[in-house]
């Protein structure tokens, strides 16, 4: 029996509630393809058939068509803000999911969420803080700190996100919050130097750019690419560049001060670690993980779960690296284990694999390398500078790629099990499935 026609009303209202979806996912963070493959899922598990979608970077399109015989019905949102909540997208994915089982209505699904999109954040204000703060000290403690750096890499983090969260209430662009960070981090490097305490400053530095290092993005923009979606690509690689560029700007304007005052913040190579040091960088991978994933609300019992995708992670790139295997190479294997564990534990625990891919990866991103690079550019080598930074960069890429491809492969084996399963969201999810077992795949226009 063929499915009954809905009526003109319903079809905005299936519209409206996949455009709803769509639009809480993106401003939390998710990846064009899923975002697609979530707008196509609710669409057509409300009654709307030839569903299309298209995404670009700060707006949604759905169109659809109530029965054979009706033109088609579209609907058009813009994405005004963006803020990653790893709560929210997780509280979208099961809406959905519930949604796409049968278990829910469109009337209760559109309920829950309005709910989600006027809940509050799980933790309070400084409780994220104390995290972000947290998350630098386990940075500099990963590096080799000792007890004064690690305590103010902790103090320079509560600066720099106090003074982000104060000057972005006043509507100020990322682009100078970013700068802004890196000239206290910098700043408080340069104050260590002037106490002449005989600490390595360098890493209060590094742990500083950390917290505001892009690699979420940079992660969004590489799936995006990878997925056909280039226009949105393009958009997250700029915005890529946008942001760190102002993480330059910041610590290389509180670098030359630093020179001109005779302060010089000097480069550290990290020594090479021994097996006697795994075992707290084990614990500081973790720390950095957990603290990343309650900076950016992530449910309580996805919290022990990214600090163990975090360890992992760590765990491979320095197994790998006492065996001589190149930087890139073992970010990028370490990268694959965080996708394929990640994939595995998002499917148990019904959130989106973002929450733990994005948490895995932070230990590994090139803070350090990003800060020697900039100093090199400061003190006149201009090769060498490019070249630390073009290193940075080759490791984000080997992070983004071989966490995308981790995901890939876990998604095939699991469907090689369950091959009835399907998944609405997700970092890898590029397919909307049919209710006949079809599926369809929306590659993004270029624009003309």
């Given at each position: ?282 614990a500081a991978a973790a720390a950095i993980s957990a603290s990343f994933a309650v900076s950016n609300h992530a449910p309580r019992r996805t919290l022990a779960p990214a600090a163990a995708a975090g360890a992992l992670g760590w765990a ?133």
């Amino acid at each position: 029996m063929p499915p009954q026609p809905l009526a003109p009303q319903d079809a905005h209202r299936a519209v409206d509630l996949a455009l709803r979806a769509g639009e809480l996912l993106l401003s939390a963070g998710a990846s064009a393809a899923e975002v697609t493959a979530t707008c196509t899922v609710v669409a057509r598990s409300c009654g709307l058939r030839r569903v299309e979608c298209d995404i670009t970077f700060t707006s949604i399109t759905v169109s659809g068509h109530a029965d054979q015989e009706a033109g088609p019905v579209s609907g058009l949102r813009l994405v005004q803000q963006r803020e990653l909540d790893y709560s929210r997208a997780t509280a979208v994915h099961n809406v959905v999911g519930d949604l796409a089982a049968g278990r829910v209505t469109p009337a209760e699904a559109d309920r829950r969420l309005e709910s989600v999109s006027t809940s509050r954040q799980p933790y309070r204000r400084w409780v994220v803080t104390g995290a972000r703060a947290l998350l630098a000290a386990a940075v500099a403690v990963l590096l080799g700190a000792g007890p004064v750096v690690t305590a103010a890499a902790f103090g320079a983090t509560v600066l720099v996100d106090l003074a982000i969260d104060r000057l972005g209430r006043r509507g100020l662009p990322t682009f100078f919050l970013n700068a802004v960070g890196g000239l206290i981090a910098t700043s408080v490097a340069l104050a260590l130097v002037a106490a002449d305490i005989g600490v390595r400053p360098s890493l209060v530095v590094a742990g500083g750019i950390v917290l505001l290092l892009p690699g979420v993005t940079l992660v969004g923009a590489v799936h995006d690419a990878i997925t056909g979606f280039y226009v949105t690509a393009s958009a997250r690689a700029f915005e890529t560049f946008l942001l760190t560029a102002g993480i330059i700007s910041g610590v290389a304007v509180g670098l030359s001060i630093g020179v001109r005052l005779g302060l010089p913040v000097a480069m550290w190579d990290p020594p090479s670690s021994s097996l006697a040091d795994v075992p707290l960088q084990l614990a500081a991978a973790a720390a950095i993980s957990a603290s990343f994933a309650v900076s950016n609300h992530a449910p309580r019992r996805t919290l022990a779960p990214a600090a163990a995708a975090g360890a992992l992670g760590w765990a491979v790139f320095t197994g790998l690296d006492q065996a001589r295997l190149s930087v890139t190479l073992a970010t990028a294997a370490a990268a694959v284990a965080i996708g394929l564990g990640s994939f595995a534990l998002a499917a148990r625990q019904r959130v989106p694999a973002l929450v733990y891919v994005a948490a895995g990866i932070i230990p590994l991103l090139p803070g350090l390398t990003i800060y020697r690079g900039l100093r090199r550019l400061t003190e006149g080598d201009t090769l060498g500078g490019i070249t630390m930074l073009g290193t940075a960069i080759t490791v984000g890429l080997a992070l983004a790629a071989g966490a995308l491809l981790g995901e890939y492969v876990a998604q095939a084996l699991r469907r090689t099990r369950l091959p009835g399963e399907r998944r609405l969201t997700g970092l890898v999810q590029a397919r909307a499935v049919r209710p006949g077992g079809r599926s369809e795949r929306r590659r993004q226009a270029s624009p003309s």
